[in-house]
């Protein structure tokens, strides 16, 4: 079965860090693009992040740029994000979503809740 | 960025009665590789986002044929020829053509 699992949420104080973990099973992410989406409570969904297969291009949303890095381990079939200097607009359920040849072959994760609160 | 306007966002309708999305994006989503990069997605209840269509028209696998993408340009459509029970759950259309990619605020599809 083709799955991801996101992992690493949490509740945080503002200014402090989290790494999100999603772990591929059933597939391999190898020639996938990896994505971070994530959604506040009663908000839309946000593109948050993006890393290329081999893991040499990147790209952010201004609302996370220079906080955030994403990372993947290919051999290890997993995506990462580190948040740091967490703020409590970054509450939000984060998933993970993989694609390739325009989103024909996709997959999401059941999310993992982020939240940031003194 | 691309803004993703979707109606309706509340869309009420009679079990195997037709259904329709609209989403229209604040720019063209033809990309320079003549290729048009829309997507819905479906989010059931208790359950991961599903892809349903990609590049506007083409049916995911797995997806049932009711389920059918239209439209060009800036305006596209998301049919549901007759609605299931199944089928309750919101629908968000996205554009990956431009960087960020954006999302439709998406639209709630209940049974009447």
């Known amino acids: 079965e083709v799955q991801l699992v996101e992992s690493g949420g949490g509740s945080v104080q503002p200014g402090g860090s989290l790494r999100l973990s999603c772990v591929a099973s059933?597939?391999?992410?190898?020639?996938?693009?990896m994505h971070w989406v994530r959604q506040a409570p009663g908000e839309g969904l946000v593109w948050v992040s993006y890393?290329?297969?081999?893991?040499?291009?990147?790209t952010y949303a201004n609302s996370v740029k220079g906080r955030f890095t994403v990372s993947r381990d290919n051999a290890k079939n997993t995506l990462y994000l580190q948040m740091n200097g967490l703020r409590a607009e970054d509450t939000a359920v984060y998933y993970c979503?993989?694609?390739?040849?325009?989103?024909?072959?996709?997959?999401w994760g059941q999310g993992t809740l982020v939240t940031v609160s003194s | 960025d691309a803004v993703m306007t979707q109606s309706p966002l509340s869309l009420p309708v009679t079990l195997g009665q037709p259904a329709s999305i609209s989403c229209r994006s604040s720019q063209s989503l033809v990309h320079s590789d003549g290729n048009t990069y829309l997507s819905w997605f479906q989010w059931r209840p208790g359950q991961t986002p599903r892809r349903l269509i990609y590049k506007v028209f083409n049916r995911g696998s797995g997806v049932p044929d009711r389920f059918s993408g239209s439209g060009s340009g800036t305006d596209f459509t998301l049919k549901i020829s007759r609605v299931e029970a199944e089928d309750v759950g919101l629908y968000y259309c996205m554009q990956s053509t431009h960087w960020p990619y954006t999302f439709g605020q998406g639209t709630k599809l209940e049974i009447k």
């Open positions: 979503a993989s694609h390739r040849g325009g989103w024909a072959e996709a997959y």
């Open positions: 059933g597939f391999s992410i190898v020639n996938y693009w």
């Open positions: 890393i290329q297969s081999e893991g040499t291009y990147t």
